[in-house]
């Protein structure tokens, strides 16, 4: 729920700067609107300003804003939040506006738009705005476009919405440490024709990772690959929401990439195209069908694809442990080891320890205690059972029927009769033997046999 508090009742408190702004005309704060609620909000149709299409910002919010003598203002304030990951597990985070990823700023082609960035963070800020064409003061890079912003000031940035796309916004001042605590936000400014490039269904969201000790609710700043929990908008599977979309609509997903590393980013059912990038929208003619796309960091890619198949389909980053949550990486591979013997020891000083790992990662529907504040690793339960996913996962959902505008949750797809995969009902006598893996002794050297002896070398000069 959107609730509006005005965070600064003196005005002599209030720093601005920026020398193009007109001060005259930045003279007064506009609101502040907060977000406490992690689920998607409807599109938030332009009450004044010029028309256009709104997006839904997938477990998010779109910003409200003023307009001022023919100037659309908008207030951000970089705060300390708390993120609700998932039923579950909590997050400390640095955001805006009561979230992390701060709000979905929408702007029209052509808008002058005036953004009031307050900083309530314990350091200094700055606000990038990520693909803009704007005057270099205004791009927000500490100490070469403009000082930090202080705990307690306020800087204003102006300029002119350029170029219709998809951008994003974020610090430019301590960037490992701001951005690993969860600060950015999306940008879509529309085009003047409120005809040109629509849609039926529009979602964005920002791909982010972070890495949280179980047991413990704020991120490892320092963390440069190894993350633990890689997110949509700052949620993970299954606490992210589907992407609900009528029979046959055309439908648009705006996917920005802030994280460390590139996502390959894979939706089941439908083939797509990739029709906008960093630079604005693709030419049609140069769009060619793919059921993945990989964004790398710092950019952003729009797809786009008719729903033309009813059902429920997965969509989701293509690398295996980007679909997990918290799990740890040095883990010894135990697949075909015997280690009933180990675990009877084991299980005389720890009553409760379960052999894990010795078939496969797949844990099935086990069970067991989990520290305070974290998930388990592989998790998520459809119609069918358990569905061992999490992280950068969800779902579009497909329907016959589904009103225009409406993004209510259809539940399950009803699969009609017939179009299930099922078990094969015939004998076992024509089923091939499994490979079995090989065991110690069947691997052992065999007498006269050479053995190649590696030495494995350490740091990185043996590379």
């Given amino acids: 729920m959107v609730s509006r508090r005005d965070f600064f009742g003196g005005a002599g408190a209030v720093a601005l700067s920026a020398g193009l702004v007109s001060r005259v005309g930045a003279a007064s704060l506009p609101e502040a609107p907060q977000m406490d609620k992690a689920a998607t909000r409807p599109p938030l149709s332009p009450p004044n300003g010029r028309p256009y299409n709104p997006v839904v910002t997938l477990n998010g919010w779109t910003l409200p804003w003023r307009m001022n003598n023919g100037v659309k203002e908008f207030h951000l304030v970089a705060e300390p939040v708390v ?50 064409r704007l005057p270099a003061g205004m791009d927000g890079v500490t100490g070469l476009t403009q000082p930090g912003i202080k705990p307690g000031k306020t800087f204003v940035y102006e300029f002119i919405a350029k170029r219709p796309g998809t951008f994003m916004y974020h610090p430019h001042a301590d960037e490992m ?15 003047k024709d409120v005809n040109a490039h629509r849609v039926d269904r529009d979602f964005c969201f920002l791909l982010n990772a972070y890495d949280i000790e179980p047991g413990s609710a704020t991120p490892k700043t320092a963390t440069m690959t190894d993350f633990n929990l890689w997110t949509f908008n700052s949620r993970v599977f299954p606490g992210i929401d589907s992407m609900v979309c009528g029979l046959n609509d055309r439908v648009r997903i705006r996917v920005g990439n802030l994280t460390m590393t590139n996502h390959p980013i894979h939706l089941h059912g439908h083939e797509f195209v990739v029709a906008g990038t960093d630079g604005g929208w693709t030419n049609p003619a140069s769009r060619w069908p793919e059921v993945t796309t990989d964004i790398a960091v710092g950019q952003m890619r729009a797809i786009e694809f008719d729903a033309t198949e009813p059902g429920d389909w997965a969509f989701h980053c293509h ?24 675990a009877e020891k084991i299980n005389k000083l720890v009553p409760d320890y379960m052999v894990m790992g010795d078939k496969g990662g797949s844990m099935g529907d086990m069970e067991m205690p989990l520290p305070e504040n974290t998930l388990p690793m592989m998790t998520g339960t459809g119609p069918f059972g358990g569905m061992e996913m999490g992280g950068m996962f969800t779902t579009v959902k497909v329907r016959k029927g589904q009103a225009r505008g409406d993004y209510k949750d259809p539940g399950w797809y009803k699969h009609p009769a017939g179009t299930v995969a ?36 350490s740091g990185h000069g043996s590379h």
């Fill in 83 to 132: 993120r609700e990951l998932a039923p579950g597990m909590k997050a400390h985070l640095w955001g805006y506006n009561g979230q992390s990823p701060g709000p979905t700023i929408e702007v029209v082609e052509g808008d002058r738009v005036r953004l009031f960035v307050t900083n309530k963070l314990p350091e200094h800020t700055s606000v990038h705005w990520h693909g803009q």
């Fill in 177 to 191: 440490t701001q951005m690993a605590m969860g600060m950015m936000g999306f940008w879509v400014t529309h085009p």
């Fill in 319 to 342: 690398k295996s442990h980007h679909t997990m949550n918290a799990m740890g990486h040095d883990v010894p591979t135990l697949i075909g080891v015997d280690h009933r013997g180990i």
């Fill in 422 to 457: 099922y078990e094969w009902q015939g004998g076992q006598a024509d089923l091939p033997a499994a490979q079995q893996s090989p065991g110690t002794a069947a691997a052992a050297p065999k007498p006269g046999e050479k053995v190649l002896k590696v030495r494995k070398g």
